[in-house]
């Protein structure tokens, strides 16, 4: 832009005159949340229509963004047609054209514009659009640049505020890639979390229904050839299942997308994220890689560790809503309370707005606080809440609808929320609080409830069928729930640890919704008493790599690790010091380690370095096994590994082998106990703990991947512990308490500890009888993959490869009553299947659809 436009920019900005009406249109736009009516007169709101449009055409995004908000603020007062057609006018001018057709309505807003504005809104809209298989798709500013960037860059990060419309872009990408190619690719989007995972594999089905030769989209590691004979295939993988891609297969990818990128920097996930991209890199070095993150960090610092360089990178700070970032504060005069609301303003003091009145004696608790704050202010749109624990949002859920019930602001059900009621008492458990929370409009969310679940209640809040979500860092992971109110209050994430800045800014990016809304509001309950003030502390500009860290701020816990002589193997705590062991003492064994720690110290000489390198060095001997093995269980300890190596290789020598193989969990002969061994085995020698956990985790395990339902296996433990609670005169426990552990136990025992650890056991035994018998071929059931699906029948697998949840899966079995069916024979029966005269719930029902398996 030229610079004449530029200064007039800075003049408006800067301008007394304009900062006043600017500061009174932000006050109004947020009228409604005192019960008042806004009201601006129309020669200010030309004004700062006028204001607006000078900004938008500065070509700096500073005042790009200050236009936006003007737009948006305005966009909340009652407007005439010719304001409003200049509203979208220019946003239109910004780039943001789903803003822009959102706020021209039905249409007719275009034509109140002067025929030279009609004709360079047009203009610029033409700049924008693509050809996509010779259809014409319009982009954003921020779109169409990483458009570009994605035809010539091998390796590109791409970053940018939630609902900047990066998913979609990708799913088009992948749209030309796939119809302009000539073979059949292979293409993995990674995901942090097997949620996300059904998300974006229903979501990619969707974009591809209508596509010649669609893709098989697909988020078992090891599916059925058959289903993709002359097809290409898209894996949807979190870095474990994409992890055992590669393990058990020769996969060599096309394309590999990383929603989600700064979950590099996560400890011992982020080691095998990594682990994974260089593997993916070393197989097909000519794949194109894309590091998505959210808000504004980069992910470009992700290749040097690669050995790539600096990586190409498209960012924006634009966001495509506008965020009211708000302080609420409990005051008393003339023994009544108020709420005093202040306005957050980046590089400004913050604007005071009116006070909202509350009724009833003064609140002083905290918890009581943050739900009077909740309830006052969440009467406008849907509300997320942010809790900090499972227990925390179920205590939250079950206030707000004690609250509801107590102001009668609780109307009669829907028979859809009756049927999400039923739904949960029939497949996790009657007493989960859930169900009656639902009910009255208000649910919770978190990560270890069963992905069928998570996905209905993000459908219904979507829909608005729910107004109140109370939910814990899940959100924090890529989870598409934006809403108008986010309502925190000293958030924390993991074990009481204060939320610092990324984790707020990804957190409060959830605030309004693109195409819905023109604003978001996120409310800062009593902020200087947090543990931590976010809002203040400098934001990163890139990620930082879990493994650049072990050499600096984590160097003491990764040394510590590796000095302990009992090497315990599994723990929480120390997980990432034993990944960051485990990846450099394979390095050293391959003679890596020295260039892993330059790419790691970007090249700095670290005394740290200098240390953890000794140390490993003092550890290389003790280990005799081939670095492929170790490779495959980069989580492990070698150390461990060794161990449990050695009790392996001496039972192969004694004829033992068939006692030491676990056994299938379908078999009837002694099973239970066999697979309590196997488990005994893996706590002693290659956990190294003292244990007798194989005595609860030997019936789960059993029971989760018979594809026992996680009703019965919640009240089997009800039962047992109201047993015991009655032996030793105790008082009943609450079924909440239960309920928790039992999800947590399946989501992360059974289907990540486990998943690991019988895999790992299983790799060590079939090199100890490769080692002493190299002629015999041991065969081995799959555990480690009917642990993480929580099913071993071929049904039941053949469902979850078509991308059906477990609970969906069971009902299908249950409905063919067979267990020896593949997931194309399954696949065939669906497309023949009368789904309205099936007896399936409505819940399973959108569910299969949402994947298209049923016309």
């Not at 504005?117 to 982009?139: A, H, M, P, Y």
């Not at 749209?175 to 942090?192: E, F, H, Q, T, W």
């Not at 979501?203 to 059925?224: C, E, G, H, M, Y």
């Not at 106990?673 to 196997?678: A, D, G, P, Q, S």
């Amino acid at each position: 832009m030229d610079n004449f436009s530029l200064q007039l920019a800075h003049r408006v900005a800067k301008h007394e005159q304009f900062q006043t009406a600017y500061e009174s249109l932000q006050k109004e736009s947020l009228a409604s949340l005192s019960g008042r009516e806004p009201g601006i007169q129309t020669g200010e709101q030309n004004k700062l229509l006028r204001s607006a449009l000078i900004l938008a055409q500065s070509g700096k995004s500073e005042y790009s963004m200050l236009a936006q908000d003007i737009v948006y603020a305005l966009a909340t007062l009652p407007l005439e047609s010719n304001q409003r057609a200049v509203c979208q006018h220019i946003l239109a001018l910004l780039g943001n054209f789903p803003a822009s057709d959102f706020l021209k309505g039905d249409g007719h807003s275009h034509s109140a514009l002067p025929w030279q504005l009609q004709l360079s809104e047009q203009v610029r809209r033409d700049e924008n659009f693509v050809t996509v298989l010779g259809k014409k798709v319009l982009l954003t500013d921020f779109q169409a640049n990483v458009w570009d960037e994605l035809e010539k860059e091998q390796f590109l990060s791409i970053a940018a505020p939630t609902s900047a419309g990066k998913s979609f872009l990708i799913q088009l990408y992948l749209k030309a890639m796939l119809g302009n190619s000539d073979r059949l690719l292979d293409i993995a989007y990674v995901v942090p979390t097997r949620s996300l995972i059904h998300e974006v594999q229903a979501s990619l089905t969707k974009a591809f229904q209508d596509f010649d030769n669609a893709p098989i989209i697909s988020s078992v590691p090891r599916s059925d050839e058959r289903l993709a004979a002359n097809q290409s295939r898209i894996f949807v993988f979190t870095q474990e299942r994409l992890r055992t891609a590669m393990d058990e297969s020769e996969l060599a990818l096309d394309c590999l997308i990383v929603d989600e990128a700064q979950q590099i920097a996560d400890g011992s996930r982020g080691m095998l994220l990594l682990s994974c991209l260089e593997d993916v890199h070393l197989r097909a070095p000519h794949a194109q890689i894309l590091f998505i993150t959210p808000g504004s960090r980069s992910g470009s610092s992700i290749g040097a560790l690669m050995g790539l360089g600096e990586l190409p990178s498209v960012e924006t700070t634009l966001r495509p809503v506008r965020q009211n970032l708000i302080y609420v504060n409990f005051k008393s005069a003339n023994k009544k309370q108020h709420l005093q609301l202040t306005l957050h303003r980046e590089e400004q003091d913050a604007l005071s707005l009116e006070k909202v009145h509350l009724d009833g004696e003064p609140v002083t608790n905290a918890g009581a606080r943050f739900l009077t704050a909740v309830m006052k202010l969440g009467d406008e749109g849907q509300n997320l809440v942010y809790a900090s624990g499972k227990a925390a949002a179920e205590d939250m859920a079950a206030s707000i609808v004690a609250s509801l019930k107590a102001t009668g602001g609780v109307p009669k059900p829907s028979p859809s929320l009756l049927e999400l009621s039923d739904f949960v008492k029939r497949h996790v458990h009657p007493q989960y609080s859930l169900a009656e929370c639902i009910k009255s409009g208000v649910a919770y969310h978190y990560g270890s409830m069963p992905t069928t679940l998570t996905k209905a209640i993000e459908e219904y809040f979507s829909s608005g069928a729910l107004k109140y979500l109370v939910c814990t860092s899940t959100l924090l992971q890529g989870v598409n729930l934006p809403a108008r109110n986010i309502f925190i209050r000293n958030p924390k994430k993991g074990k009481g640890k204060p939320m610092g800045p990324e984790d707020f800014w990804n957190l409060a990016g959830r605030a309004g919704r693109l195409s819905k809304d023109t604003h978001g509001n996120v409310f800062l309950i009593e902020y200087r008493k947090w543990d931590r003030q976010p809002v203040e502390e400098e934001r990163q500009k890139e990620v930082t790599p879990s493994l650049s860290k072990a050499f600096t701020s984590a160097h003491s816990e990764v040394m510590e690790f590796i000095q302990d002589e009992n090497h315990v193997s599994g723990v929480k705590e120390t997980n990432f010091a034993e990944s960051v062991f485990t990846r450099l003492f394979i390095d050293a064994k391959d003679g890596l380690m020295e260039q892993t720690i330059e790419r790691a110290t970007m090249g700095r000489v670290l005394e740290s370095a200098d240390a953890i390198r000794d140390a490993i060095y003092e550890h290389l001997n003790k280990v005799k096994l081939p670095p492929e093995i170790l490779k495959r269980n980069a989580s492990v300890s070698p150390l461990r590994q060794q161990a449990m190596f050695d009790v392996l290789v001496a039972a192969v020598k004694s004829g033992k082998t068939k006692q030491y193989v676990p056994p299938h969990p379908l078999q009837t002969n002694n099973v239970k106990e066999r697979l309590k061994f196997v488990m005994t085995l893996i706590h002693t020698h290659l956990e190294g703990v003292e244990t007798d956990r194989e005595n609860y985790f030997g019936w789960f395990a059993l029971s989760w991947m018979r594809g026992n339902s996680l009703r019965d296996m919640i009240e089997y433990q009800l039962r047992y512990a109201r047993d015991k609670a009655e032996e030793d005169g105790k008082a009943e426990p609450e079924p909440r308490t239960v309920i928790i552990k039992v999800l947590d136990d399946v989501e992360n025992k059974l289907r990540f500890h486990y998943v690991r650890y019988i895999g790992c056991y299983i790799d060590l035994l079939k090199h100890a009888v490769d080692v002493i018998s190299p002629d015999r071929e041991l065969d081995v059931p799959a555990i480690p993959l009917f642990l993480e699906l929580g099913a071993c029948s071929g049904t039941m697998i053949g469902c979850m490869e078509l991308g059906l949840s477990r609970i969906a899966a069971k009902e299908l079995r249950d409905m063919f009553d067979r267990n020896d069916l593949d997931s194309v024979a399954i696949k065939k029966r669906l497309k023949n299947l009368k789904i309205k005269d099936s007896q399936l719930s409505p819940i399973i029902i959108s569910e299969i659809k949402r994947l298209g398996l049923v016309s």
